[in-house]
T-cell receptor
Framework: DVKVTQSSRYLVKRTGEKVFLECVQD?????MFWYRQDPGLGLRLIYF???????EKGDIPEGYSVSREKKERFSLILESASTNQTSMYLC??????????FGPGTRLTVT | DAKTTQPPSMDCAEGRAANLPCNHS???????VYWYRQIHSQGPQYIIH???NNETNEMASLIITEDRKSSTLILPHATLRDTAVYYC??????????FGKGTRLSVIA
């Protein structure tokens, strides 16, 4: 079974803090994704990576950056957290048939 | 991407088969049908996908009509843990995912 893990299920941070969200997959997938999910807005793509050290902006990259130093690990960084970044953050990796496997999600609250 | 239409909600008795329909009448020949579900407060879960033929895995079966304009996801013996929102997605090669409103399935004891 594909396993995608995320570093935290719940996180509370203060405005202006730098926040790191980590994601690890164990299936040797090349493509990994970071989404956020908000009520009424559905899933929105923040960044994706198609290989180590390669990254592309998604639909809403502002205020975020990513890092992929190893194939199995994809990190999302909030440079200076703001209250409008309170959300559920979901990491996914993609299999050969373009199916995506998601982690459990990190519910981030910025106060 | 082809548009999909799903009923907003369905109920199913525990232990019975849950049949979730999806209409995708504008599907093109090289578009796949994917199904995901999301249980409350958890990440989405991939269930199954298909192109033309019916597919079955350990979670579900996918029945695609011969004209490919609709499909049905079948959970053969629904349990309370199958209560979730189910999403049908039709895409050529889905890059990022976009979920519609889906079908909220309630499995009732």
């Amino acid at each position: 079974d594909v396993k995608v893990t995320q570093s935290s299920r719940y996180l509370v941070k203060r405005t202006g803090e730098k926040v790191f969200l980590e994601c690890v997959q164990d299936m040797d997938h090349e493509n990994m994704f970071w989404y956020r999910q908000d009520p009424g807005l559905g899933l929105r793509l923040i960044y994706f990576s198609y290989d180590v050290k390669m990254k592309e902006k998604g639909d809403i990259p502002e205020g975020y950056s990513v890092s992929r130093e190893k194939k199995e690990r994809f990190s999302l960084i909030l440079e200076s957290a703001s209250t409008n970044q309170t959300s559920m953050y979901l990491c996914a990796s993609r299999g050969q048939a373009y199916e995506q496997y998601f982690g459990p999600g990190t519910r981030l609250t910025v106060t | 991407d082809a548009k999909t239409t799903q009923p907003p909600s369905m109920d199913c008795a525990e232990g019975r088969a849950a049949n979730l329909p999806c209409n995708h009448s504008t599907i093109s020949g090289n578009e796949y049908v994917y199904w995901y579900r999301q249980i409350h407060s958890q990440g989405p879960q991939y269930i199954i996908h298909g192109l033309k033929n019916n597919e079955t895995n350990e979670m579900a079966s996918l029945i695609i009509t011969e004209d490919r304009k609709s499909s049905t996801l079948i959970l053969p013996h629904a349990t309370l843990r199958d209560t979730a929102v189910y999403y049908c997605i039709v895409r050529v090669a889905p890059f990022s995912l976009v979920f519609g409103k889906g079908t909220r399935l309630s499995v009732i004891a």
